[in-house]
């Protein structure tokens, strides 16, 4: 038999109470796994950056807004790319005025964002940025053609711009793209992928996330390029993971993650994302996906579910189509 959908109202006309009013996922604690996560949402930026039709910048603002309600903390908030790779986020310094009351509203808010070079950096400080971020990666092919320059090329060309950041009181993460499979070299050898992540923490990068940009990773892949990582002295509490989830698989490569002590998730509100220079690469973790297995798992996220679905179901609409998110669809049903 099927079951009504859980924001309808039973065939007695009242309403029945939601899976998440039931208290559900009941919590059952993994003494494997860390106390809390802290999830770096990536949906205003990353989420967003693919989109063909541009979002007005009135929206994405409210986007950032909702996702600091709902309790999320670091939220990265546009990229200072130039213009013409990335269209969508050609609205930077319109956007980031009007984001500058939130972390007084909402304490502890983290609003950082990419820059691609020193330029992106000269823009992002202008504008007052506390943090950002760089994008490296792992492979040569992928430089070539996201940065058009080879890795090591551009592993020199954001020294300076970690450096300075540094210099300007202004943190630093390092993305490293293409550590799980590249759709044009194929398989990415550990070593490689360490060296480059090494590369990025040595520069002064605070944080490096990981990224299983095409999605191609699995659990144990991502436990031995952890241990690969700590065996080279790069401490664990560095360490973030970003998984998309073209095979199904996102799930399950954080939960290796976390059993291997990364307490850092990248993921997008919604579901939102890929990369515009990979085509093979569909949308990024579900943050209320991810937010669901944590809840059952007793895992603190500071997340407001309910919260955060009704944001990317709001979205979703914005965007006119359904929302990826397998729990979005769950709770709300239909979003487009």
Known sequence: ???????????????????????????????????????????????????????????????????????????????????????????????????????????????PVLVPNERGLDRALAHHATEVAVFASATETFARRNLNRSADEAMAMFRPVVERAAAAGVPARGYLS??????????????????????????GCVELSLGDTVGVATPGHVNALIDAFTRSGAPVERLAVHFHDTYGQALANTLAALRSGVTVVDASAGGLGGCPYAKSATGNLATEDLVWMLNGLGVETGVDLAALTATSGWMARHLGRPSPSRTVRALLGPTD
Not at 38 to 62: F, M, S, T, W, Y
Not at 178 to 203: K, N, T
Request: glycine share 10%.
């Open 178 to 203: 293409m550590c799980f499979g590249d759709p044009w070299e194929g398989p990415v050898p550990v070593g490689q992928v360490v060296r480059h992540g090494l590369a990025l923490l040595e520069m």
């Open 1 to 111: 038999m099927s079951a009504a959908p859980n924001n309808a109202s039973g065939t007695d006309g009242a309403d029945e109470p939601t899976v998440l009013d039931l208290g559900l996922p009941q919590p059952v604690r993994d003494p494997a796994l860390p106390d809390r996560v802290r999830i770096h949402e990536v949906g205003a930026r990353d989420g967003l950056q693919n989109e063909g039709a541009l979002v007005p910048v009135e929206v994405k603002a409210e986007f950032v807004a909702r996702l600091a309600a709902a309790g999320l903390r670091t939220v990265e908030a546009t990229s200072f790319v130039h213009p013409k790779w990335v269209p969508q986020l050609a609205d930077a310094e319109e956007l980031m005025p009007r984001l500058t009351g939130l972390p007084a509203q909402y304490p502890g808010l983290r609003l």
